[in-house]
């Protein structure tokens, strides 16, 4: 496993390394050892997957708060999407600055999200499937989000929003004061 740090402390792109022969490849995609050794947070508590049926859906921005923030590793296993996290620390020198990445089934990519980040994607194909580790259970109450496209962030997706649930769309702007804590 390759841990890629960004420009954003805290967040990493995690690369596989194949060990391949004439079967295929086998790669570790996931060691609670060079997670703490890179400073990310190794907890896996819950395990999710999402499934989108057309190109185009957009899943976010989302984060949870205290007393419940989530790390996630997140990892597309079928077709394509566009990853983007939003830096939420209060105290961050990149508070609401991004990260964007493009996670393929061919590519292998994961994106690790630290908590207090919000997150979301994009499909980029039609039947695209996402996995993510969660540090912590889901716990009701402590969801917020981040409009996808508030100006204030002027976030690059990567095709036009095509399929977008109700709860997504209408999250609160920056500028009218969404509540991140």
């Not at 990310?40 to 899943?59: D, I, M, W, Y």
């Not at 976010?60 to 830096?87: F, N, S, W, Y």
């Not at 990519?109 to 969660?134: C, I, S």
Request: glycine share 6%.
């Amino acid at each position: 496993m390759k841990i890629q740090t960004t420009h954003i402390e805290g967040v990493a792109i995690i690369e596989l390394e194949e060990r391949a022969d004439d079967r295929g490849f086998f790669a570790r995609s996931f060691c609670r050892e060079e997670f703490l050794a890179a400073g990310l947070n190794p907890a896996v508590e819950q395990c999710n997957l999402s499934f989108n049926h057309k190109a185009g859906t957009l899943r976010g921005m989302h984060t949870q708060v205290d007393p419940a923030p989530e790390a996630k590793l997140v990892r597309c296993t079928a077709g394509a999407i566009q990853d983007i996290i939003v830096d939420l620390r209060p105290d961050s020198p990149t508070r609401f600055q991004h990260v964007a990445v493009e996670l393929t089934a061919d590519n292998r990519r994961a994106l690790y999200v630290p908590e207090h980040f919000a997150h979301g994607y994009l499909t980029l194909t039609d039947g695209a499937e996402v996995t993510y580790q969660v540090s912590q259970a889901y716990t009701p109450g402590t969801e917020r989000g981040l409009r996808y496209d508030d100006p204030d962030l002027a976030l690059p997706w990567a095709r036009d929003v095509a399929v977008i649930s109700d709860k997504d769309k209408s999250w609160t702007l920056l500028a009218d004061g969404a509540v991140l804590s």
